[in-house]
């Protein structure tokens, strides 16, 4: 099937959970360029400075940082952000605690743009067995209604499926709350998420992509094994 690029908001690389390598992320920049949509990188931390100023030197603009837990952590990632360096700055909440400290984490984002909830670990930090439970739904309306009162965006990841466009069918509370639903490698906005072939597209670029990575691995493991093969012979 042809992916129909006009559903995403735009494509999605991480250096965090995905363990991409630089080269991997200017690649896929450059692929979603080609696909005249930007490329937002989740970054490795709230301290993670070699990634932000990469991401600077090569022109991509838009970031999100994972796992802030505290106005600490929020106040670190804020003050290692080059002044005007990107348009996009997002930040990923996904842990119970998170939640909980959610107004104080907010109120040190000065340059946030963003704020993605991100349910499978948000779900794995109580120990529960549903990115759709009442529980975790509940949280991402906390953290979404905190986020609106910061004029923010709202997005909502962590392993969506089918039934994550059902719930969003039949609760409007949340649909209203939210911006964006996102996988792994795709942003989508929530109208376009709704459509019954927008999941397929989002999963069909995330093979895409794995697939691109994969012929790469295979054109260089030959080379990498002949020269194992011809140093074991030199002792």
């Known amino acids: 099937m042809d992916i ?4 995403f908001a735009s494509l999605k690389g991480e250096f965090e959970a995905e363990g991409l390598t630089r080269v991997d992320v200017a690649a896929e920049a450059l692929f979603a360029a080609r696909q005249g949509k930007d490329y937002l990188v989740k970054i490795s931390g709230a301290e993670a400075k070699s990634d932000v100023f990469y991401l600077a030197d090569i022109g991509i603009t838009s970031l999100v940082c994972p796992m802030v837990e505290t106005a600490f952590a929020m106040e670190k990632y804020m ?3 080059p002044q005007g360096a990107f348009e996009h700055v997002g930040v990923t909440i996904e842990t119970i605690t998170a ?3 959610i107004d104080a984490i907010l109120a040190e984002g000065k340059s946030l743009s963003e704020v993605t909830i991100g349910r499978t670990d948000l779900t794995a930090s109580y120990k529960g067995d549903s990115v759709e439970s009442d529980r975790t739904v509940g949280m991402v309306k906390t953290v979404a209604r905190a986020a609106k009162a910061k004029g923010l965006k709202v997005t909502m990841g962590g392993s969506v499926s089918k039934h994550t466009r059902e719930l969003l069918q039949t609760d409007a509370e949340l649909r209203g709350l939210l911006d964006y639903v996102e996988t792994r490698k795709a942003v989508m906005p929530v109208e376009r998420f709704l459509e019954e072939s927008a999941l397929t597209h989002a999963l069909k670029l995330e093979e895409v992509l794995l697939r691109r990575r994969a012929r790469e691995s295979e054109r260089t493991l030959p080379a990498v094994n002949a ?3 011809a140093l074991t012979k030199r002792a």
Do not use: C
């Open 4 to 7: 129909d690029y006009s559903v």
């Open 79 to 81: 003050e290692m952000l």
């Open 99 to 101: 939640v909980a400290n």
């Open 227 to 229: 020269r194992l093969a």
